[in-house]
């Protein structure tokens, strides 16, 4: 196994990953939630789009054996692996300078919105916009009376997801920085969490 | 009240709406789903959006009440008055020349990216991208077990919901071509629907 590498607390990652490779997510503290992004590394104006996969997947939550496809309906990850019991989400945007704004907080705040932009940059590279993110372990349930709300996530520490690369591509990650709801646990603790990519 | 104007059958149609003024728009046969998206008039890269909406709304769909928002979480159309029964959806993407081929489509297909490209060049604009649409009339359950299906409209003829503008805005619509799924009702026929701009 390749070395892990760190999506620190708060912060972002990016990687590039060749096509068959996968990449192990893990929530290595167990309650951290990770906004994921993936560009087609030959044209990063194709990236994953979670309003194309809900199409094709007919399902707000991807398990194992789904494809997340991208602007343009190719397959670009398979989720092969799924130790986190299941829930994540699709629906919610990536928070962003705005939320914190709405929340209450006055000046800066850290937001994954930033952070898959900075992560991009630090290997040289421009997301052209922020795409609705694949939250993974993040916890939005979809009520029958069609609410939604903001929960801790069920995972445990060391859980992961393994995502299957099918394309080159680039993947961004950001560790939630969100600590006034409780999407990254009921004590309001962003964590770093891991990741590592495998043959 | 004014003119009603057409949004033909397959076709795309956009227009400029004042803040304060409403915009009605009629399921004018019952069973046409209608993309719809609104743009900030002043600055095109500012757009009505589903997963920042979404997230303040707190639902899948909005209702009577609800504030549609943009991608910098700024309040961009409210939805006033509904007669159609409520179901609409936020979570599914535009159709694309890519669903059709999908679908066993060779060679061309109207759908709704064209038409909304297509209808704000027809009034000297450029859409910075296809965000994804508010699709008024469209019936995507989502069911308890996070599954999702394409179902014919519950709308009846004449229907209509009401948006009021909350900023200067340009809003686009497109009659879907879709005639392969059963989601224009299971006539699988697009039809022409009609909107109104009111003081």
Redesign the interface.
């Known amino acids: 196994m390749s070395q892990p590498l760190t999506i620190p607390a708060r912060r972002g990652k990016a990687h590039r990953v060749a096509k068959g490779e996968t990449v192990r997510v893990i929530n290595t503290h167990g309650e951290q939630v990770i906004d994921t992004w993936a560009f087609n590394a030959e044209d990063l104006t194709e990236f994953m789009?979670?309003?194309?996969s809900?199409?094709?997947m007919?399902?707000?939550?991807p398990v194992v054996g789904d494809i997340l496809r991208t602007?343009?309906?190719?397959p670009i990850l398979t989720l092969v692996e799924d130790t986190s019991g299941g829930i994540h989400d699709t629906?919610?945007?990536a928070c962003?300078r705005?939320?914190y704004a709405?929340l209450g907080v006055e000046g800066h705040h850290d937001n994954c919105e930033d952070n898959l932009h900075a992560a991009m940059r630090e290997i040289g590279l421009e997301a052209p916009?922020?795409p609705?993110p694949l939250n993974l372990f993040m916890n939005i349930p979809?009520h029958?009376d069609?609410?939604?709300?903001f929960e801790a996530p069920v995972s445990t520490p060391g859980s992961f997801v393994r995502l299957k690369a099918e394309m080159d591509l680039v993947i961004a990650f950001s560790a939630c920085p969100q600590d006034i709801l409780p999407i990254n646990g009921v004590g309001h603790l962003p964590t770093e969490a891991h990741f590592v990519v495998e043959p």
């Open positions: 789009s979670m309003e194309h809900r199409a094709h007919l399902k707000i939550i602007n343009r309906r190719r629906i919610i945007a962003d705005h939320r709405f916009e922020t609705s979809v029958p069609r609410s939604v709300s």
